[in-house]
């Protein structure tokens, strides 16, 4: 059982240059999500998928597109990449309970190291 | 802790201590929190939760505290071990919680460094 998969691990852009990051879950989770970390912060939102057919922003959208393409998979895309988004990309998928109590764990990938020069 | 930028809180314990890790949240609204641990070069993974109905919840080792008069959590690791090395995050929902999808916001990280 994989979990969360994200491809590829490492990756250098020059400016301007376009890439799509990959991601795929095996859980039959509902809802998935991209994450950047940068050094000594905290995880912020890029977008989320909160089912498949829905995408929605998060904190820090600008320069982003996602696609949910069907119910295991989520790309992030970068158009046109500025040095600014240079960062680790987590991608992280939940299974959204509507019972009583709300299961409310992410799981994540094991991130994708981007750098733009 | 909190994060402030490059420089990340830092916890040194010696292996066999205890560790006690902070967090202060924002929304007194917040009814759920949740501890992350991330590993060097691994994404964060789930520890505990706690929900506001709760003051203490315990697992394996650890335990969360949650005091909502001043809106601060504790994480407590017994007998840190080499492998608890990590950074640890906590996280609180970021409203509309309910309206779709599971969004947290992350606090940024407290190091944790176990000395031999």
């Known amino acids: 059982n994989a979990g969360v998969t994200q491809t590829p691990k490492f990756q250098v852009l020059k400016t301007g240059q376009s890439m799509t990051l990959q991601c795929a879950q095996d859980m039959n989770h509902n809802s998935m999500y991209w994450y950047r970390q940068d050094p000594g912060m905290g995880l912020r939102l890029i977008y989320y998928s909160a089912s498949e057919g829905t995408t929605d922003k998060g904190e820090v959208p600008n320069g982003y597109n996602v696609s949910r393409l069907n119910k295991r998979e989520f790309s992030l895309r970068l158009e046109s990449a500025a040095p600014s988004q240079t960062s680790v990309y987590f991608c992280?998928?939940?299974?959204?309970?509507?019972?009583?109590?709300?299961?409310?764990?992410?799981?994540f990938g094991s991130g994708t190291q981007l750098s733009v020069l | 802790g909190e994060s402030v930028g490059l420089h990340l809180p830092t916890l040194s314990v010696q292996e066999g201590d205890n560790s006690i890790i902070n967090c202060a949240y924002s929304?007194?609204?917040?009814?759920?929190f949740i501890w992350y641990k991330q590993e060097s070069g691994k994404g964060p993974q789930f520890i505990i939760d706690i929900r506001s109905n709760m003051d203490k919840r315990q697992g394996q080792r650890v335990t969360v505290l949650l005091n909502k008069t001043v809106k601060h959590l504790s994480l407590q690791i017994a007998a840190t071990q080499p492998g608890d090395s990590a950074v640890y995050f906590c996280?609180?929902?970021?409203?509309?919680?309910?309206?779709?999808?599971?969004?947290?916001?992350f606090g940024g990280g407290t190091r944790v460094l176990v000395k031999p």
């Open positions: 996280a609180e929902p970021w409203f509309p919680i309910k309206a779709a999808g599971n969004k947290l916001t």
């Open positions: 992280a998928s939940s299974a959204l309970d509507r019972g009583l109590v709300t299961n409310e764990k992410l799981f």
């Open positions: 929304n007194s609204a917040s009814d759920y």
